[in-house]
């Protein structure tokens, strides 16, 4: 093929060995291929190396772009939008043919009208764009510190973020304990189907989100659709929030705990109890965190020696993700995990017990298992969710004049809930 | 109206024509099932208009969605996440894509090797997604007609819709056993000369659909005509019932397009409905270019030179060109009408290809079942999973070696219907036919030089009726030829 620069979105005319094809070029996902979009609206692909010859016939000319009226809604309550990433914050890109993020607050406009209309987008923030499994704790501290600005400005009714689903549980868990004293609604949203399409959840999504930034709850809410259907939405504590589903709308549940809330188009309905906002209340930012902890999933026969990587690494404290109550392999096992645990302890790394069961408290004292474990030192959790202790458990290390033991088991958002109802 | 009349008003019509295949579901492993059992769940859903690059928002899709209706969707265990939009799509089904192949073989196309699955935006609720997902497969084909040559312009797969179940005010209810049934969708040029050739065309694609995996009955085939005359504008026109109203059809939207530009005036290009009496009403305006986008969570589709000769070696062939092929077989008209109309053919080419015989092979796979119901009062169906094609081809074998004869056949089928084993069903309450060989060489041996009837004679009047004259005269000729 001869060497010639393109442009997605060029039209031309690509000749092969018996004939000729006309239509838009565009950047193929495959290197090696480029794609072409037909008159018809198709798009089909050539190997590079059976192009004898492009043709551009008439240069890529942008279409224009709608005039949108993107204007402060000054009658509604304020609130501020921080945009983070992830599917809710993605659009179609028909240049690459694939899925990136929106490059302006004008694009969320033209996907989003609904939500600019029921409340005063007074600011939108950009702290980053990124999938939300690239996220880390710097990251948590970015979208805390954007938060700040506004949780004392008595404009802003509530903050709304838009964030990717893999671990916005992790995220929600983050800026529950980093926000201290709330003083109004902090909402995260997403979405699992795209923005492109006409059914996509974020619409709903969005606009029980602005109900719920607008309301008196004074807490670190996820919302999103309650089932598959699009009538209702739930509230999730920060804390007692999971990602249940790999694609389901209604993959976040709550777990250990009821919803705050339940909201549709036109009722906000309250299930448990929250904090009420509080204009005199001042909010404020500690997001000091331990890098060096570690999430483990025990499985049957597992080697404890991979302790000793933890160990000669420099980690600090270690969540262990055991069976049922709080098991793990001891005395009676081939692989005892009991003589490890003890010598990581004494070597500086606290080490804490959630269950795998998801659901449910762990409890020590119903095998022997658990009471030597116990006996090691290892610190039972109570009924929190792995991601909301591994948060957790940086969080307090990151306090290096806190009592970790004291501090892992007070209840600062919800994390602890000492008394499963039945559902 | 004459054809020389067609042409001078500057006719021009092709035909689309949407056949569903016979497999799993396109993006999913469903069962290509429809129910009329009450569904086990029902879910609400609301579509949104979603503008384009520019911020513009599709004609169609516009006017499909000023409703802003609320949709029900009633599922089933046969159906699952993806139909729901709650799961990605799963990889093309390759059966689909097979017999899409096919298609495309059987009508001349040239196959495209890279293709994208593209998302054809579809916002009457029909579509969980907001969207059709279809690929173009294959573009240049042709087939022949009484008019000479009609091109293909294109072939695609794709998703079939939901199925509408009812409307009520403000609520569209559907159904999702329907969505994701694979679709092949067949475009012609405009080379479509006047009403009846549309209607030969028509007739003619469904008869060329029909020789591959395709589904049958009522909504497996629609058809719909794109149609236009000198300065017009193009119409599409859905819903046939069947072809027959086409021509009807033709006729009258060329009259109404006529009397439009006669009065001065120029009709909308818009999409009409074929009523039962071949009137046509609108339906919706004519869908606009932005409404197609890649299917960004599928790879491209690539279709390969091995699997295009595969299906290319199997392919199937015309219902006339099997039925000669059948009688130079040997089967008479009558059983080659019976084979077609009872899909009996994969199981005679089966048998036919273990031992040959095909008048024998069409009288069990067409006759004796049938006799063996009626005079046993069971269900034809019945009949045939017990004679399925193990024991059919477990008689043929004894046959063509000889320990069966042709005329027991019919009792030992009977025998097995009864419920006996077919290892004991063969053996017949007489002396075993090798036996009676040894007896009958024995005395050709004894007696040298006579003629095959004298022998004849000899044999029937000691071994009457262990063996047939049919058998005898084939053991004495191999006899003699020693």
Known sequence: MEKQKFDSGDFVEISLSKEKYRGTYLESPESGLILLKLENGYNIGFNKKDILKINKIKNFKEEKKLDLNFTENLDKPGIVLIVTGGTISSRLNPGKGGVDFVESPEDLFLYYPEIFNLVNVKKIEVPFMKGSENLDFKDWQKIAKVCGNYLNDSSISGIIILHGTDSLHFTSAALSFFIRDLNKPVVLTYSQRSTDRASSDARLNLECAAKVATSNIAEVVVVGHANSEDYFCLGIPGTKVRKLHSSKRDAFKPVNRKAFLEISRDSIKKISDYKLIDKNRKSFLDFKFEEKIGLIKFYPGQDPKILDYYVKNGYKGLIIEMLGLGQIATSGSRNSWIKKLKEIQKKGIFVCATSQTIFGRTNPYVYVTGRELVDSGVLYLEDMLSETALVKLGWVLGHKDWDIRKKMLENFSWEINDRIEFE | ?482
Do not use: W
């Not at chain 2, 009457?124 to 997604?129: C, E, L, R, V």
């Not at chain 2, 003619?204 to 149609?227: A, F, M, P, W, Y």
């Not at chain 2, 119901?373 to 017990?386: P, W």
């Not at chain 2, 399925?388 to 081809?393: F, G, I």
């Open chain 2, 1 to 482: 109206m004459k054809d020389e009349e067609y042409e001078k008003i500057g006719f021009k019509a092709g035909l689309e024509i949407h056949q569903q295949l016979d497999s799993n579901k396109l993006f999913c492993n469903c069962p290509s099932i429809l129910r009329s059992d009450n569904p086990l769940f029902e879910i609400k859903r609301n579509l949104h208009l979603v503008a384009g690059e520019s911020g513009i928002v599709d004609l169609a899709a516009k006017y499909q969605h000023q409703k802003g209706e609320d949709f029900f969707y009633q599922g089933y265990d046969t159906t699952c996440l993806v139909e729901l939009d709650e799961e990605p799509p799963h990889k093309i089904n390759e059966e689909a894509l097979e017999i899409a192949i096919e298609i495309a073989l059987l009508f001349n196309c040239e196959l495209i090797p890279i293709s994208q699955i593209m998302r054809k935006t579809v916002i009457d609720g029909s579509n969980t997604s907001g969207f059709q997902r279809t690929v173009m497969i294959a573009r240049n084909g042709y087939f022949d007609t009484s008019h000479g040559k009609v091109r293909i312009d294109s072939i695609y797969l794709e998703e079939d819709s939901c199925r509408l179940i009812k409307k009520e005010e403000g609520s569209v209810f559907y159904r999702l056993d329907r969505l994701g049934i694979p679709l092949v969708e067949i475009s012609t040029k405009p080379d479509l000369k006047n009403a009846s050739h549309v209607k030969e065309a028509a007739l003619k694609i469904g008869e060329i659909l029909r020789s591959s995996r395709v589904r049958r009955g009522i909504g497996t085939i629609r058809q719909d005509l794109n149609i236009s005359i000198k300065n017009s504008n193009r119409v599409e026109i859905k819903g046939f019932q069947d072809p027959n109203i086409m021509e009807k059809c033709v006729e009258m939207e060329v009259l109404r397009q006529k009397k439009i530009l006669d009065s001065g005036q120029k009709n909308q290009s818009e999409v009409r409905n074929c009523l039962p009496d071949g009137n046509t009403e609108f339906l919706r305006p004519m869908p606009g270019s932005h409404r197609m986008y890649p299917e960004t969570d599928l790879e491209l589709l690539k279709i390969s030179r091995e699997k295009i000769n595969l299906v290319k070696k199997n392919l199937p062939r015309l219902r006339r060109e099997i039925q000669d092929d059948l009688k130079s077989k040997g089967l008479s008209e009558e059983m080659i009408h019976l084979l077609f109309k009872y899909r009996k053919l994969n199981e005679f080419k089966e048998l036919y290809s273990l031992h040959g015989n095909a008048p024998l092979i069409g009288k069990l796979l067409l006759v004796f079942p049938k006799e063996i119901a009626s005079r046993e009062k069971r269900d034809l169906e019945e009949i045939e999973s017990i004679l399925n094609l193990d024991v059919l081809s477990f008689v043929l074998d004894k046959i063509y070696k000889d320990r069966l004869h042709m005329a027991d056949l019919k009792q030992v089928l009977e025998r097995v219907v009864s419920g006996m084993n077919i290892e004991e069903a063969i053996k017949l309450n007489k002396p075993e036919i090798e036996g009676i060989r040894e007896k009958i060489f024995k005395l050709i041996k004894d007696k040298p030089g006579l003629s095959i009837n004298a022998y004849m004679g000899l044999i029937m009047k000691d071994f009457k009726g262990q063996i047939s004259g049919e058998e005898a005269t084939k053991i004495i000729n191999q006899f003699l030829k020693q």
